[in-house]
């Protein structure tokens, strides 16, 4: 499958239009990563963050798996985040608690989404999300970094907990690598962000799945981004992940690209992404491609008074695998290399978030969801049929829920070290200007 | 012969072979005439005879045919139960009835022991069983037992019968499922009332795919790590169904080693070769992967020496007609596959060699030496994804993903 050039035209250009011109600020309840750590601070105190996130929602999706409709609710994205530096800036440390895989291990109702052995729906997290120490140097010019554990691997975009929906993006599975064991670098030199990691390719295969030692260093990933100008950054990736859905390493590998083009403003109340993705499946026992996937994604989200609006739209090919008498889920690891065909779903997603509600240090966002999706299988002729399956009708999902905080806002996610361009967080996620500032350093 | 009579005779023979052929009998479907012996041949396209009168709106998996009764499962229903057709293919196929499954959203096989007396059927995944039914009436099976336990609880996703010593086992192909690998567990069927597992082991790297048993020597497709060949009670080297023996192993070339058919020719009395499906990704409308000849006749050290392969389709289950020497391999989106695996196919001239996918070595190409006999379901105007096939009593039935079950003309021997 390939995207339309004149698709990804309109992307990038409704990008552009919505993206702000000027220089970008941190608000004082977010946390911009450790953007203002990038260097050894030679004279400042260590400094940490802690944020902790819930979001009670409640999903209705109609025409979703088999056809049915459904109306769930959950406590999605449950987490725990620190970050900090340690050793008078030489080290930072970054922290996720995940507690997903206590409040919805059945998933979070997503038509279209896919991954780790959940179709329809989000998986749960693993547990342990993130655990990543860098440390962080400079010579001259080059402002560089290390880093080791679990975490994300140096490709894509941000993690879709940090962007403006509740509702996952199709693509998280083409477009970000998360929560694996790894050993990355980076280094940056003016505007200019290159990365490169080593780790375990093989996915989570449950919440409380730790990444598998023998595993480690099967794979690798590359990142280049620039930043011509405050708030605006491209970014391009490569990685060669090895068999992440069979975790004895003798699945299909993946090899995936991905280019994008973000812009903030600099109060955060203006956000645009443009993203393109693609993974392919290899056979490396005929050393040929097996299946390829595409993805097109733009999504743009502005602040008009009190109320955040974001809207999303995308493209994406899932593969279709055998499923479980769940039919939400599909066997892990698989019973063989094959798939039954792809399908191609287009989403159109629009979220509002209402000014928030405090509670002493707690504060909550509420938020309503749409989306409209359509799916139809790449070549008409494959053995899985959406329609079939989803019942004939157009699916869609509406979702309402609060977004419970306590600390500030982690603006970014996905990156380490001198990767971590300073953003403010994106407003319309909910981010206000009087919120306490807890933790604040 | 005086010459005229020859021709004659031809003329004569030619006609009575058209006129078999357009008749709608189980006569052969006769290869094209000129075929001939040193290189490539124009198969013939196979003569529909029938097609179910049934499509189900689930997917069409196995099929198993005994008699003028066929049973098909269906696969990958993401439902509690699943359902199984019963087929009268004495004529075109008609559906007879259904029975449905309980605790199984895939029933990926199915077969009868060897005396027709029972039904054995194949459940996935997360309660994996073998589900037996009785056949004192084929056309109403009844429910005798299931056989589940903690081993089989993955998923059964291959389950073959043979006698051991007179004896019926199931041998049955255990999904992996988590960190837990995939196992083979072989079932004493002595009584299908009450099943009795005499053994299991994990194996396969990452599967053990499908079985083959025949006069006490267990052939396994072991994915990447090959074909083993067990004694358990035939080769004479104290093996048992119990505690098998292994007597020799090979690599296939690029793996992935799906099922296997272990030829005995009743008319050469050749016991030489194997036959391994390689299966390799498959998309739900196009698929790949060879058929590859391996030379058992040293079991301790068998070695590839031929393969057959099909552009842009791959294979999946076989059968073969033994009397005349005929694979028929199911080849997804390719239709069904005849070919002739009579006589020597591990000698052929330098012309007659290919390469195949991701190798560097040579091999006898059976297409090149004139080995592909016939072609089915290729034109009939619509798509196929033939996920089986079986030949039986003078009849070769197929098993379509995106249908239900053809019955067609097998071919005949050049």
């Known amino acids: 499958m390939r995207i339309h050039f004149s698709l990804a035209l309109s992307f990038v250009s409704l990008a552009w239009l ?102 329809d729906r989000r ?41 403006p929906f509740e509702k996952y993006p199709l693509n998280h599975h083409l477009a970000q ?43 690798w990933s590359m990142r280049a981004t620039l930043l011509p100008r405050p708030g605006t950054e491209l970014q391009a990736s490569y990685a060669r992940i090895e068999s992440p859905e069979q975790a004895s390493g003798f699945g299909l590998d993946q090899r995936k690209r ?152 982690h603006a970014r996610m996905g990156r380490y070290g001198v990767a971590l361009a300073d953003s403010p967080a994106i407003r319309a996620l909910g981010v206000s200007a009087d919120a306490p500032h807890a933790h604040q350093h | 012969m005086h010459p005229s009579r020859q021709l004659a005779l031809l003329a004569a023979l030619s006609a009575s072979l058209a006129i078999a052929a357009c008749s709608g009998s189980d006569t052969p479907t006769v290869p094209d005439p000129n075929l001939g012996t040193g290189g490539p041949r124009t198969p013939v ?41 019963i087929w009268d293919v004495s004529g075109d196929p008609t559906l007879i009835d259904s029975v449905r499954v ?41 429910l005798v037992s299931r056989f589940s336990n903690a081993e089989t609880f993955a998923g059964v996703h291959t389950a073959e019968v043979g006698l051991v010593n007179g004896k019926p086992y199931a041998f049955l192909s255990v999904d992996p499922a988590g960190t837990l690998a995939a196992k083979l567990v072989i079932v004493d069927l002595s009584n299908p009332a009450a099943p009795q597992q005499v053994f299991s082991k994990f194996i396969g790297r990452p599967y053990v795919h499908d079985t083959f048993v025949r006069d006490g020597l267990l052939f396994l497709g072991l994915w990447n790590d090959g074909v083993a060949i067990w004694d358990i009670g035939g080769g004479g080297k104290g093996g048992t169904p119990s505690s098998p023996v292994e007597l020799g192993r090979v690599q296939t070339v690029n793996g992935h080693v799906h099922n296997i058919w272990w030829l005995k020719d009743p008319v050469t009395g050749s016991n030489r070769y194997a036959f391994i499906g390689e299966e390799s990704p498959a998309t739900g409308s196009s698929s790949a992967g060879d058929i590859h000849v391996v030379d ?78 016939g072609i089915g379901l290729l034109d009939r105007g619509n798509p196929v994804y033939i996920w089986g096939v079986q030949y039986v009593n003078g009849s070769v039935f197929a098993s379509d993903m995106l249908g239900s079950i053809w019955k067609m003309r097998p071919v005949s021997r050049p």
């Open chain 1, 18 to 119: 919505v993206a702000p011109r000027g220089a970008y600020a941190q608000r004082p309840d977010e946390h911009a990563g450790m953007a203002g750590m990038s260097m050894p601070d030679s004279a400042g105190p260590s400094r940490w963050h802690v944020m902790a996130q819930a979001i009670p929602v409640l999903t209705h999706a109609a025409h979703t798996a088999g056809g049915a409709d459904l109306t769930e609710g959950y406590l999605a994205q449950s987490v725990l985040m620190t970050r900090g530096s340690l050793w008078r800036g030489h080290a930072q440390l970054d922290a996720t608690l995940n507690g997903e895989g206590l409040t919805m291990t059945r998933g979070e109702l997503s038509t279209g989404g896919f991954g780790e052995g959940y179709v």
């Open chain 1, 123 to 163: 998986h749960p997290h693993a547990y342990l999300h993130e655990l990543v120490l860098t440390g962080v140097g400079s010579f001259g010019p080059f402002n560089y970094s290390a880093s080791a554990g679990r975490g994300f691997a140096p490709f894509g975009t941000d993690d879709p907990m940090m962007r």
């Open chain 1, 177 to 219: 690598i998360l929560e694996r064991g790894l050993i990355a670098g980076a280094m940056r030199v003016g505007p200019a962000i290159v990365e490169g990691a080593t780790f375990g390719g093989d996915e989570p295969t449950s919440p409380s799945a730790m990444p598998r030692l023998r595993r480690f260093g099967d794979s």
């Open chain 1, 258 to 409: 991905s280019a994008s083009v973000r812009m903030i403003s600099r109060d955060g109340s203006r956000y645009a992404l443009a993203e393109w993705a693609s993974t392919a499946e290899w056979d490396g026992d005929r050393n040929v491609e097996a299946f390829a996937y595409e993805s097109a994604l733009a999504e743009a989200a502005a602040t008009v008074g009190p109320i955040g609006v974001a809207v999303r739209l995308e493209q994406t090919g899932r593969p279709e695998e055998e499923r479980l008498a769940d039919p939400f889920r599909t066997p892990r690891p698989a019973s063989d290399l094959a798939i039954t065909g792809i399908t191609r779903w287009r989403v159109g997603t629009l979220a509002l978030t209402l000014p928030s509600v405090t509670h002493g240090a707690v504060r909550g966002y509420p938020f309503v969801e749409l989306a409209r999706l359509s799916a139809r299988s790449t070549v008409a002729t494959s053995v899985f049929s959406p329609e079939r399956f989803y019942g004939g009708g157009s699916p869609w999902m509406g979702s309402i829920g609060f977004r419970v905080r306590y600390g500030p806002l």
């Open chain 2, 45 to 85: 396209t196979m003569s529909v005879l029938g097609v179910g009168d049934f499509v189900p709106r689930r997917t069409t998996g196995e099929l198993f045919v005994r008699g003028n009764i066929a049973y098909t499962t269906t696969w990958n229903n993401g439902t509690a139960s699943s359902p199984f057709y």
């Open chain 2, 102 to 142: 309980a605790n199984a959203s895939t029933l990926g096989d199915i077969v009868t022991t060897p005396d027709g007396a029972y039904l054995v059927v194949a459940t996935e995944y997360s309660q994996g069983s073998i589900v037996i039914y009785s056949l004192a009436d084929p056309r109403k099976p009844q």
């Open chain 2, 296 to 373: 058992v006749s040293n079991m301790s050290a068998p070695r590839e020496v031929a393969f057959y392969t099909v552009p842009g389709a791959g294979t999946h289950n076989f059968s073969v007609d033994e009397p005349n020497g005929i694979l028929y391999a199911a080849y997804y989106n390719g239709g069904v596959r005849a070919l002739d695996v009579r006589g020597d196919l591990g000698t052929c001239t330098d012309a007659q060699k290919s390469t195949p996918t991701n190798s560097t070595t040579p091999l006898c190409d059976l297409t090149k030496m004139g080995r592909e006999l």
